[in-house]
């Protein structure tokens, strides 16, 4: 294994000057150097960001941040680092085991929120649902919804679990391990899911390659392989006048437009802030 870059000496002086050094011995590690060493240096100052950037940046640096900023120079994501990943209006522990939480995800939640407006769905189903991430955001916007989860991994599970009590949902979430809907009853108002879309000849970052479990980001060799499974099993779900809104990878519209429309849904696609096609939005034809 290559070692990693030095760190920079982060004792003995100002958390100013300690940000702007991590900063630039982050810069070919990481897409957004700075945000990544302030959010470090937060963690390990045990404060919010805005709390560092506007009362703190004068003070110590404190010795915990030169480890911390070593597993981000070896490419280990910052949401494993500080163990947490803000999502939509919540925030969500993560760890090794589970799928890192993504803002092109947060497209799904506004999506829903444009089909079902303020009244919001009664019952919802997330396929895949991680440490809980698109569940219990929808759990959160709507306090009148239940929902179920669903997902293969033990240590999601966990992850959710512990997501499901800390954020105060534990009466109205269930989670199931299980192999996406097969086995699951029921209509839902809402289906969720962020299937694994990646091919297995695609590159990909070294954080998530060497971190994330690739079970939850390849899905054979065109990356539909879920995708085919989950759509059959969605038109005995999914309740009148409600949506199935599935993430995809940017160039995967139209394969997975067509797997929808062959299970007799209309389609419709959502784009995510970067212009690029990332939900699909199945509701019944008409």
Do not use: C
């Amino acid at each position: 294994m290559t070692a990693p870059p030095p760190t920079p000496p982060a004792r003995g002086r100002g958390v100013r000057g300690a940000l702007a050094s991590a900063t630039t011995a982050l810069t070919p590690v990481s897409a957004t150097p700075r945000l990544d060493a302030e959010l470090l240096m937060a963690h390990a100052l045990g404060i919010s960001r805005e709390t560092l950037l506007l009362q703190r940046l004068d003070s110590p640096t404190p010795h915990s941040f030169g480890p911390l900023l070593a597993r981000r120079l070896a490419h280990e994501p910052i949401a494993y680092i500080t163990g947490s990943r803000a999502f939509w209006t919540i925030e969500l522990a993560v760890g090794p085991g589970v799928l890192v939480p993504r803002a092109d995800s947060e497209t799904l939640i506004e999506a829903a929120v444009d089909h079902f407006g303020t009244a919001g769905p009664k019952t919802i189903l997330d396929l895949g649902t991680g440490p809980g991430t698109l569940l219990l955001a929808a759990l959160d916007q709507w306090p009148g919804a239940t929902g179920l989860g669903v997902d293969a991994s033990l240590d999601a599970l966990a992850y959710a679990e512990r997501n499901r009590l800390a954020l105060g949902l534990g009466e109205r979430a269930t989670l199931r391990r299980g192999d996406w809907a097969e086995g699951v009853a029921g209509s839902f108002d809402l289906i969720l899911s962020n299937p694994p879309y990646i091919g297995t000849g695609e590159d990909l970052p070294a954080e998530v390659r060497e971190h994330e479990p690739g079970a939850a980001l390849f899905a054979g060799s065109d990356g539909l392989d879920d995708y085919r499974r989950i759509a059959p099993q969605l038109p005995r779900l999914l309740a009148p006048g409600g949506a199935a809104i599935l993430e995809i990878g940017a160039t995967q519209a139209e394969a997975v437009t067509a797997l929808m429309e062959a299970q007799g849904f209309a389609v419709a696609l959502r784009h995510d802030l970067g212009g690029r096609p990332r939900a699909v939005i199945a509701t019944a034809s008409s």
